[in-house]
Each structure stands twice: as C-alpha cells, then as structure tokens.
C-alpha cells in the first residue's frame, strides 16, 4: 500500500481468554505520543468474540478509536483468521503506523499481515520516535545487541512494528474517557481457516509466575556452576514471592526451559527488584533486564559488565552470599510473623 491518503497509528491488542495483555497497554502509551506529534488519531484493533467489555480499558488508557472484529470464528486464535480479519481492514481504513506486541502471537501474526498487505515489518524494537519527515523510526538491537539499527519504512505504508513488552511504559489512565467504538464487519469463510483449535492444555510447572509480568525475579548465570545449584535459585525466589529466570547460557545447557530465559533472544522484563546472581553481565542479557527498577548483582568478579547497571553489587562467592541473604530473609519473615500486636487496654474510672 503507497504512503498517499494513509494515517493514523493503530495498536494491535492481544487479549486471550476475555482479557487483554499487559503489553497492550504498553503499546498505547507510545502510540499516544507518536500520534500526538504526526497530529493524528491513537486507535485500538480488538479481535475476538464477545470483548466489547475491554474497549473501556483501552479507551482509558489513550485510545481514542476502538476498531472491533467480532466473530465467533475468531474466539481462539489461529494465525489465517486474524490475519484476514486484520488485512481487511488495514486495506479498507489505511492506518499510517500499525504495532503489535512481539509476543508469541504477536511474532506469528504480524509477519503473516506484512506479507498479505505486502509492506514491512520491524521486529522487537525496543524504542520508537518520528523523525522530522513524519516517518516512523524504528529502533531495535542488531549484531548481538552490539549496536542499536534505526529503521524507517521510506515507501510503503502501513509501518509496521513488533514491540518488546516491558520497554515502553504505560500511560496513567483516565477511565472518565469513554470508548469511542466502530463495529467492523468481517468476510470470513470456514474453508480459509486451515487451523482448527481442538483443545488448549496449559503448561503447568513449579515456576508458576511468569517472568515477563513479575515484579521480582531471581535470576542464574553460568557461574552457579550446575544445574543442581539452582536449588539456591529457588529458596531465595520462594522467600521473595519471586519468578524464576535464567541467562541464554543456562537455558541452552538445559537447566531452565525457555520461556524464563532473559535476554535478547528470550523475555524482556521490568519488575521492581531483579536479582542476578552469577550472571557477568553480558550485553544480550542486559538488554533483556536493565529497565528494572532496582537490580542487586551478586557476583565473584569485580570486573563483570553486570556491576555497571546493578543498583547494589555484591562481590562475593554466591555459594556462601546467597544462602546466606535467603536465611537472614526467612529469619526476618518469621519474626515480622511472630510479632503480635496486642490489644490496647483503657482504664476508665466513673465520675
């Protein structure tokens, strides 16, 4: 599609199971501020069945459009039925900028929407700005994270942007703001949807918070030395009320499944408290932890690249500092526990 008569950004936003991803949100904040300066209206895409309920949310978080594609054949996701649904309407509407979430689905179904409407796609980004010709200026990691690439889209509209959540940051909401909505009729036929969702089985592990939405992570690096050290990991996320993540090198060895890798090639979080501990700090895994608000690096080497981003460093072999931070941890919750606040007692005496 050609640049003329197209504008307006739009953010594609992931809901599963009736409600709507943490990076959805995300994604309105900075499309409100891409919008703001191009002058142009911030709309929100909801694809699904029986979801009108979550366009206040949007709306409250900066969406002044809400665009919704309800069918019953778009209940669960398959990538043939969003991708035409989404299609369709790119064409009919012509939006300037569209974002989605590099999500799992987001990175299935974006591309799948790129090539349909034959224009590009930048994946994981992790900034976004206008430059001074109105173009959408894409930045993203490139060569192993060991430069920063600015992307623009000279030719074709719209530009199209998968985003990292736990980059960008949510706007404060104004939920006197009401949805303005706009019902899209869709053209779906059974036969295009070649994907039929039989059942969903959700993985259920012992690592139950995901890191991605967690507010403390405790994480491991090469220098635990083996897998059954990762014990160590555990008592002091169990303490913490904390998920579980891990560095590329782990993850590749096998000790953690993928999904709590952190990193370039694995989740970006942002929680309040991240915990490295013999992690050295290399810049694939800082680029994946280094938003967090406060990190305390515990590591034997002084010299390590962890230490320049960590808020608190300790240097020290973690055989000994971390059981030793878990036990002075357990002692202190359990004397909060044991402190019992007693009554006060009033003596009243009659006049």
Known sequence: MSREGTKDVWVV???QEGKLRPVSFELLGIGKRLSEKLGEELAAV?????????????????ADKVYLLEDDQLGRYTPDGYTTALSELILKKKPSIVLFGATMIGREFAPRVAARIQTGLTADCTGLDIDDEGRLVQIR????????????????????????????????????????????????VPESIRTKILDIVKEVS?????????????SGGRGLGSPENLKMIEDLAQVLG?????????????????????????????????VAIG????????????????????????????????????????FQVVPAITESLRKAIAKKNQTVRKPSTFEFSTL
């Not at 000279?154 to 959540?165: E, G, L």
């Not at 993850?251 to 970006?268: C, Y």
């Open 279 to 318: 992690i050295s700090g290399a810049i694939q895994h800082l680029v994946g932890m280094q938003t967090s608000d406060i990190i305390v690096a515990i590591n034997k080497d002084p010299e390590a690249p962890i230490f320049k981003v960590a808020t608190f460093g300790i240097v020290g072999d973690l």
């Open 13 to 15: 936003s992931e809901q």
């Open 206 to 218: 012992s690592e139950m918070i995901k890191v991605e939405e967690a507010r403390i992570i405790v």
């Open 141 to 188: 990691p490139a060569f192993g994270g060991k430069l920063m690439a600015m992307i623009v889209c000279p030719k074709r509209r719209p530009q199209m942007s998968t985003v990292r959540p736990n980059v960008m940051k949510k706007s404060n909401p104004d939920w006197s703001r009401e949805p303005k909505i706009e019902r899209v009729e869709i053209n779906l």
């Open 46 to 62: 909801l694809i699904g069945d029986k979801i009108s309920d979550l366009a206040k949310p949007l709306a409250a978080y900066g």
């Open 242 to 274: 904390a998920a579980i993540g891990g560095s590329r090198a782990i993850v590749d060895a096998g000790w953690l499944p993928h999904h709590q890798q952190i990193g370039q090639t694995g989740k970006t979080v942002a929680p309040r408290l991240y």
